[in-house]
């Protein structure tokens, strides 16, 4: 009788070359007006508009951005609820994001917002934590990224 191996995966992170054609569009937020935080706004769209660049298959919706906001609610974010008025309006089909905590602080409307959107087809890439909403496997992984980021809110 043959002896059979099991070969477990590797854990392989997302290629942007993994992608078919999307509407794409990214999302930037920084929480003070201070000067450093202009320049840290300044550097995510720069870097999204260098990463749309280099995918040539993808159709740029654009880089949504809210300053001086905090993460924690929705309130007065008018970038954030203009890309999500979009993506339920069947406009975009990826959201790219720099980080867990640049989309939101709050793991409970971080959590609802990206279960609604994967319900209609929008999924999110959070390109530092390497979570892409698409797979099925996310959840675990968002979910500790989400209580890390609102717990650090809280920490202040």
Avoid at 17 to 29: I, K, N, Q
Avoid at 95 to 118: D, G, P, Y
Wanted: with cysteine.
């Amino acid at each position: 009788m043959a002896h059979l191996q099991v070969i477990e995966p590797n854990k392989t992170t997302l290629k942007t070359e993994d992608f078919e054609p999307h509407r794409v569009c990214a999302y930037c937020r920084v929480s003070t007006d201070e000067k450093d935080q202009k320049n840290s706004l300044i550097a995510q769209k720069q870097f999204f508009e260098s990463f749309f660049e280099m995918h040539n298959n993808w159709t740029n919706i654009g880089i949504f951005a809210d300053e001086g906001l905090s993460g924690t609610s929705l309130e007065k974010r008018d970038d954030f609820n203009r890309m999500l008025f979009e993506a339920r309006h069947g406009n975009i089909d990826i959201i790219l994001t720099k980080e867990v905590s640049r989309f939101s602080r709050n793991a409970q409307h971080l959590l609802n917002i990206v279960e609604e959107l994967r319900n209609r087809g929008v999924y999110i890439w959070f390109l530092a934590d390497d979570i892409y909403t698409e797979k099925d496997d996310y959840r675990e992984e968002l979910s500790k990224a989400a209580s890390d980021a609102e717990r650090e809110r809280l920490n202040g």
